[in-house]
């Protein structure tokens, strides 16, 4: 709320911001980063989401009553002027150490994600720009709550301590503008339910950069997933300023650490003749595209043992639809927003296309087959605190679908899925096992953004020169 | 192989080893490391003037629908109405769910409705 705060300000008008205990310090860093580091803040104290009605009107009574009368009507009273301080030229040496000395540092300054880091050497840098030919001080975006600049230069830089390969460059481009587009709203991914930012790679690329898209595709262990999913966590920390406690403005209440990049299995895409997952997202087939989501769930392993593709959508209507998805689509109600993400085993996938299913036949099966009682609904989003959500009222302002209101019946089944076409589906994972899996997306923030990698044009020349030497 | 190397490094060999390790000047290489973040693109500017009186003034409120806004509201309301004659307030419905779907349009939206309903200070809730 501190962005509409500081709206209110750039117009002239005074405000003061309520903000509970546990956010002052995410107050303070979006504060600052949106110029206003000195904005009257009154505290709501402790968590309002657990105090009974009497406690409740006490405490706004007796100690956030006065802190707003305070914050609106007392002068501020300036601090010292922030003295200018000197940042570092991008090729200019921060500290010269031992890889255990430069490790310390980095980790006393949250500039690392509690592992150990390879050393941004000027030389390692420059490895990785020569896989762009981007001019390093391009300012791709400025990445919210901290709002500093993402450039192409502070992208190698993170790339080069996350443990990339110089050659994965041209794809940590395309994530950092996924990020930086305002409809990610990367600004939120410091919001409690903890999400994370999950990539999945299409295209050639996934082979030609030795990418796991079969079994363990989600484990750590293979350096090009690994290392391209650790260096999107570092990258949020160190540009958009996620911290966590005790100073940070990460607030994910439990948290889950970074998703290694998912790669898509083509050839079982192409074996059974379905489209991947590039051309839904509005590329064509061969095109190397990234894609990157929220992730704030994941379902149980789902496994499915049959030959009948019906049999095999009911149970995943079952796990990942009513199980996994039935609980945090309510928020997606709240925020009309809602894309999960279904991951197929390439055994699943085949037993659909044998019996002429195709992945809109499936998004249409979750689409009219997994529904909730709208009362459950509201009663989760109530919980989360979303106090002031109505499924009706969503309806009246054209945020959700008639489907959602079709009767006054507080008990009315509603859609868990509110679009079929939101419902997004690659095909990866052991091919020996019958498995699927379902990840649930923290609905308006972090929509699926997908982006075409480019590459510079000596790309083979380059590749050649940088793979490892067996 | 990796068991002949282990039992090299066991009992008082591997103690002295350790010991030369952790009190001898390093020999690893050492390097020079650039910065991981980058430039702040904003510049900090001062809150405005705060209204010294709030009797007679007009209060807009902004809400994003969390956290039970719409029971500690009309609290304030009341008691700010006790305190300060006249005072006014243009509630949060006015201006819509500020985090919800809408969110950047709704808050486009802000100047315009400050400016029609002349409000003179904001409360604005919850969270940052």
């Known amino acids: 709320m501190l962005r509409a705060s500081a709206a209110v300000e750039r117009v002239g008008v005074p405000t003061v911001s309520i903000i509970s205990s546990g956010f002052l310090k995410q107050a303070a860093v979006v504060a600052r980063g949106l110029g206003l580091p000195e904005m009257a803040i009154a505290e709501f104290p402790g968590v309002p989401m657990t105090q009974s009605k009497e406690e409740l009107r006490r405490q706004v009574v007796e100690l956030l009553l006065p802190r707003v009368i305070e914050g609106l009507s007392k002068p501020i009273q300036r601090g010292e002027p922030e003295r200018e301080v000197l940042l570092p030229q991008p090729e200019e040496a921060v500290m010269s150490g031992t890889l255990d000395e430069i490790n310390d540092y980095f980790h006393e300054r949250d500039w690392s994600d509690g592992l150990p ?243 809109d036949d499936i998004r249409r099966y979750l689409y009219e087959h997994v529904k909730m009682p709208a009362s459950r609904a509201e009663h989760y989003a109530w919980h989360c605190g979303q106090t002031g959500f109505r499924v009706t009222e969503a309806v009246k302002l054209g945020l959700l679908p008639h489907a959602y209101h079709e009767s006054d019946d507080p008990d009315r089944l509603i859609p868990v899925f509110q679009r079929p076409e939101w419902i997004g589906i690659v095909i990866a994972g052991d091919w020996g096992r019958n498995q699927s899996k379902g990840y649930v997306c923290n609905h308006v923030q972090g929509v699926p953004t997908s982006r075409k990698i480019v590459l510079p044009g000596n790309w083979d020349a380059l590749l050649a020169a940088s793979r490892p030497k067996s | 192989m990796l068991f002949s190397m282990a039992s090299c490094f066991t009992g008082t060999r591997r103690s002295q080893l350790l010991i030369m390790s952790i009190h001898s000047p390093s020999t690893e290489p050492a390097y020079d490391v650039v910065w991981p973040l980058g430039k702040p693109a904003y510049a900090a500017r001062a809150p405005n003037q705060r209204v010294a009186d709030l009797s007679n003034k007009v209060i807009g409120e902004t809400w994003d629908y969390l956290f039970r806004g719409e029971e500690w509201f009309p609290i304030l309301r009341e008691e700010l109405a006790k305190r300060y004659p006249g005072i006014r307030f243009v509630t949060y419905d006015t201006f819509g769910n500020l985090h919800g779907p809408n969110q950047r349009a709704l808050i486009a939206k802000v100047p315009a409705l400050l400016a029609e309903h002349k409000i003179d200070a904001v409360i604005s809730g919850i969270g940052a």
Request: hydrophobic residues 40%.
């Open chain 1, 117 to 359: 880091i390879v050393p941004p050497t000027q030389e390692r840098v420059h490895r990785f720009l020569q896989f762009t030919e981007r001019d390093p001080r391009e300012v791709i975006g400025v990445c919210p709550p901290a709002n500093r600049e993402a450039t192409v230069w502070n992208v190698a830089v993170n790339g080069v301590m996350a443990g990339c390969r110089p050659e994965y460059m041209p794809i940590l481009l395309a994530i950092v503008e996924i990020i930086c587009t305002p409809e990610y709203k990367i600004e939120d991914a410091g919001s409690t339910p903890g999400w994370e930012s999950l990539i999945t790679l299409s295209g050639p690329l996934v082979k030609a950069l030795g990418f796991n898209a079969g079994q363990g595709v989600m484990r750590t262990g293979k350096q090009a997933n690994t290392s391209v999913g650790r260096f999107l966590r570092l990258f949020i920390r160190n540009v958009a300023g996620f911290t966590h406690a005790p100073e940070g403005a990460d607030k994910g209440s439990i948290g889950q650490s970074f998703l290694v990049a998912m790669a898509e299995n083509e050839d079982a895409v192409a074996d059974i003749g379905w489209q991947p997952y590039s051309v839904d997202r509005g590329f064509k087939a061969g095109d190397n595209v990234v894609t990157v989501q929220s992730v704030v769930a994941i379902s149980a392993p789902t496994y499915s043992g049959t030959e009948s593709a019906e049999e095999h959508m009911k149970i995943i209507a079952d796990v990942i639809g009513e199980r996994a998805c039935g609980y945090w689509t309510a928020i997606g109600m709240v925020y009309a927003n809602w894309h999960p993400l279904i991951v197929l085993g390439p055994s699943i996938a085949k037993v659909f296309a044998k019996d002429g299913w195709n992945k």
